[in-house]
C-alpha cells in the first residue's frame, strides 16, 4: 500500500542553525503534501504545504521543496529557534482523499 | 471560534470493555477522521467519512468501528477493548468546499486511551 518515508526520526540543532528534514512517498498519485507541526502535549497543527503543480513554497523561516520525479519532498526550517522545537509530520495526499502521514521527527533546537 | 473538540480527554479501562470516543466539530466540514498516534509510527488512520452516508475503513479498522450521526459529529468505537489498542487518538476534520482537492486537515485536542 502507499506509505511515507521520513528522516531522520531524531534531529538535535544549535539555535540558529538550519534543519532540513526529508521525505519520500510511493503514490505517484499524491498531489498534495502538507507539513504539520506538533508541540509537546498539543494536537498537530499545519505549517505550510505544497500542490504537485509547484516545486517550492516559502513563507518565512520555512520553506517546502518538492521533486516529483523523485518522489521526494523536504521541509527547511532556516534561523531556528527554541520554539521551533516540537514533532513535525510530513503527509502525502491523493485527490483529497487519504492523507498518509511519516513518522514523525522530533527536532530539539538547543539554545 | 469554529473548532474540533473530542470527549474524553483520557481514559483507562479494562480488557475487553466497550469504549466510545466522541468528536465533535463546529467548523462546518464536511469531511471527518480518526487517527491513532503511536510513538514512533506517526498518525495511522482508522476511519474516515466524506459525509453522513459515507464511510469508509483506513489502514487499521480491525477493531474498531464508527458512527457519523450527523456532519458535525463521528464516534469511534472499540467493541472489545485490548491492551495494544492504547494509544492517543485524534479526530480530525477538512473541508472539500474551499479545500477542494487539498486537503489541509483540522485536529482535535486529542482522546489518551490506556487499556489496561
Known amino acids: 500500500g502507499e506509505n511515507v518515508e521520513q528522516h531522520p526520526s531524531t534531529l538535535s540543532v544549535q539555535e540558529g542553525d538550519s534543519a532540513v528534514i526529508k521525505c519520500t512517498y510511493s503514490d505517484s498519485a499524491s498531489n498534495y503534501f502538507p507539513w504539520y507541526k506538533q508541540e509537546l502535549g498539543k494536537r498537530p497543527q499545519l505549517i505550510i504545504d505544497?500542490?504537485?503543480?509547484?516545486g517550492e513554497k516559502k513563507d518565512q523561516r520555512i520553506a517546502v521543496t518538492l521533486n516529483k520525479t523523485a518522489k521526494h519532498f523536504s521541509l527547511h526550517i532556516t534561523e531556528t529557534q527554541p520554539e521551533d522545537s516540537a514533532v513535525y509530520f510530513c503527509a502525502a495526499s491523493t485527490g483529497g482523499f487519504k492523507t498518509i502521514f511519516g513518522a514523525g521527527t522530533r527536532l530539539f533546537v538547543k539554545a | 471560534d469554529a473548532d474540533v473538540t473530542q470527549t474524553p480527554r483520557n481514559r483507562i479501562t479494562k480488557t475487553g470493555k466497550r469504549i466510545m470516543l466522541e468528536c465533535s466539530q463546529t467548523?462546518?466540514?464536511?469531511?471527518m477522521y480518526w487517527y491513532r498516534q503511536d510513538p514512533g509510527l506517526g498518525l495511522r488512520l482508522i476511519y474516515y467519512s466524506f459525509d453522513v452516508k459515507d464511510i469508509n475503513k483506513g489502514e487499521i479498522s480491525d477493531g474498531y468501528s464508527v458512527s457519523r450521526q450527523a456532519q458535525a459529529k463521528f464516534s469511534l468505537s472499540l467493541e472489545s477493548a485490548i491492551p495494544n489498542q492504547t494509544a492517543l487518538y485524534f479526530c480530525?476534520?477538512?473541508?472539500?468546499?474551499?479545500?477542494?482537492?487539498?486537503?489541509?486537515?483540522?485536529f482535535g485536542p486529542g482522546t489518551r486511551l490506556t487499556v489496561l
Open positions: 467548523k462546518g466540514h464536511d469531511r
Open positions: 480530525a476534520t477538512s473541508d472539500t468546499q474551499r479545500g477542494g482537492t487539498y486537503n489541509e486537515q483540522f
Open positions: 505544497i500542490r504537485s503543480n509547484v
